[in-house]
């Protein structure tokens, strides 16, 4: 498994990144809060135009591969006490081969490299799948949140931290 860096000059990675993520939500959101919403969340925050701006605005995006092949991708950044998972997405059929506790192992020592103790991120209330991933993972539940993303959708989240250890 490889962990490649996207940057804003490496327009090629970056329109990789956009269609992997379109592709990943679309196929796992869809049935937890249906098509018009996924469709709506791909563009707003998973466009070629959202990613430009979120990793202009300090996030770090990676692609992560296997044999050259893109298996998914993850984001994040710095946020207070903690290192803010927003996205850590693999394809289904690259799911349960222990690359989703590679990719948090990467994010911790993202983290503990600039002094931070904890991970954090958002998963949706109905995304069972990945509620039991995280979990296995290491985070814990800490609170809920119902944010509004405009156009009268919600994301309607649970909030998982996971301690590092020294």
């Known amino acids: 498994m490889d962990i490649?860096?996207?940057?804003?000059?490496?327009?090629?990675?970056?329109?990789?990144?956009?269609?992997a993520a379109a592709e990943i939500w679309k196929e796992h959101y869809t049935s937890i809060i249906g098509a018009a919403q996924t469709e709506y969340m791909v563009e707003k925050f998973q466009s070629p135009a959202a990613i430009r701006e979120q990793l202009s605005g300090g996030y770090r995006y990676y692609l992560v591969e296997e044999d050259g092949e893109t298996a998914g991708f993850m984001g994040f950044y710095p946020r207070e006490d903690c290192m803010y998972l927003s996205k850590l997405y693999l394809f289904k059929a690259k799911r349960g081969r222990g690359y989703s506790r590679k990719m948090v192992d990467f994010v911790c020592e993202a983290a503990k490299a600039e002094g931070l103790n904890a991970v954090e991120l958002n998963v949706n209330r109905g995304n069972t799948g990945s509620i039991a991933a995280y979990e296995a993972l290491g985070f814990a539940r800490i609170r809920e949140e119902k944010i509004g993303i405009g156009s009268g959708y919600y994301m309607d989240d649970y909030v998982y931290r996971l301690e590092i250890k020294g």
């Open 4 to 19: 490649i860096k996207v940057t804003l000059t490496d327009e090629e990675r970056l329109e990789k990144l956009a269609e």
